[in-house]
């Protein structure tokens, strides 16, 4: 029987089994780079509405027949050429490592924010030490890296004129100066750092069931997913297991299957790059099984990466009715999936997976109608009332 995770995405659900969803010391260190600057200073609205211990260099996808499978994974060789000069040219491999702090409306729930991160980071993929966080994410020029010290955010500062702000102080490491904003942009998403926490409490304050969980809990916010296809593959290999062995799966398949770096320079030691979806696309269902999937999510994951590969939009620009029907077109995918990429990664901040046993339980309902009929009233911000319900969901069991 499906089951939630006290540690984890608190997520049951009933696409016919399907459910979503360690510490070492990081490969890089925090250099002092210029000067410490606010996300404010590359173009950024912070004020507009809009997841162990690193694993070794991927291994590398073996080309198939293209009469056999004729979605043909690209990285046919090694990218990473050494230099035969190090000493020489070592300037060419040098990573760009810079200090910056990203703003957010306040409140923010910083804890919360932490929490889940922690619960989610996939080897290969995530960092935590102590207080910290680093997420690798995908930038034009290869790998990024964002380190986030949690343990030196400034939550209510005033700016004459435009309300408090939360301050997130972070550390970037890039492949080059370019990639600067696209992971600025990354990390906004991920950390749900554009949303009105004011707009979301006068929806839902006043609500029986949400209104003591928003007090208990100001500036919650809806945690996104840093690379979309990445997470769609994740809600697939994650079905019917528990959060620690998705974890698990989704290291796997970021190591095996990762995008190669072009160069030095554009891979982070001790993180790999998002999982190449043409790459998987292009593997029989059986090397699927090999990670650790059983039939039927190897042939979901091996479908779902063919309509990636093949087009299917998850960007902002995507519609979302029109994703939904796609996916669900998919075999393997049900409405609590869907649900699940359209919360995290089309960033539907209505999205509501109705077939969630916690939040059925925590509505007291029988069945996902019921479910929705229950939150309909809770619209367009329904997203932000199930994180509300999973967040409280694990409060109490931690606590019990």
């Not at 400034?154 to 972070?170: C, F, H, L, M, Q």
């Not at 199930?386 to 109490?396: G, N, V």
Request: hydrophobic content about 40%; overall charge neutral.
């Amino acid at each position: 029987m499906p089951r939630a995770e006290p540690d984890g995405e608190p997520s049951v659900q009933t696409d016919r089994g399907s459910r979503s969803g360690d510490t070492s010391e990081p490969a890089w260190r925090i250099t002092h780079g210029p000067r410490r600057s606010t996300d404010a200073d590359h173009g950024s609205n912070s004020g507009s509405n809009s997841g162990s211990s690193a694993a070794g260099q991927p291994r590398r996808h073996q080309p198939l027949h293209s009469q056999e499978h004729p979605l043909q994974c690209p990285h046919e060789h090694p990218r990473i050429e050494q230099d035969e000069h190090p000493r020489q040219h070592a300037d060419l491999h040098k990573r760009l490592r810079l200090c910056r702090t990203l703003r957010t409306r306040s409140p923010y729930d910083t804890a919360g924010m932490r929490t889940f991160l922690v619960a989610h980071a996939v080897s290969g993929r995530d960092e935590i030490t102590g207080m910290r966080t680093a997420h690798a994410v995908d930038a034009p020029g290869g790998t990024a890296v964002i380190g986030i010290d949690w343990g030196e955010v400034s939550e209510g500062r005033a700016t004459p004129g435009s309300g408090t702000y939360t301050e997130i102080p972070v550390t970037l490491d890039l492949p080059a100066a370019s990639d600067e904003t696209p992971a600025i942009l990354a990390a906004r998403r991920m950390l749900d750092l554009d949303a009105d926490p004011d707009r979301v409490t006068a929806a839902l304050g006043d609500d029986p069931v949400l209104g003591s969980l928003l007090a208990r809990r100001p500036g919650l916010r809806l945690p996104r997913a840093r690379n979309l296809e990445e997470f769609a593959l994740g809600v697939v290999i994650g079905q019917q297991v528990s959060l620690a062995a998705a974890r698990t799966l989704q290291g796997r398949l970021a190591a095996r299957y990762a995008r190669p770096s072009p160069s030095l320079r554009a891979a982070a030691p001790g993180f790999v790059g998002a999982p190449d979806v043409a790459c998987i696309a292009a593997a029989p269902v059986d090397e699927l099984r090999a990670l650790g999937l059983n039939g039927a999510r190897a042939t979901a994951l091996h479908a779902v990466a063919g309509a990636l590969a093949g087009g299917l939009d998850l960007g902002p620009g995507a519609d979302h009715e029109r994703t939904r029907a796609a996916l669900l077109a998919l075999r393997g995918i049900g409405p609590w999936s869907v649900e699940l990429i359209a919360m995290r990664a089309l960033g539907d901040a209505d999205a509501f997976p109705a077939g969630d046993l916690i939040l059925r339980r925590a509505l007291a309902s029988r069945s996902d109608r019921e479910a929705r009929a229950r939150a309909e009233h809770w619209r367009p911000f329904r997203g932000y009332a199930a994180q509300h319900l999973w967040a409280d969901f694990l409060a109490a069991r931690a606590a019990s």
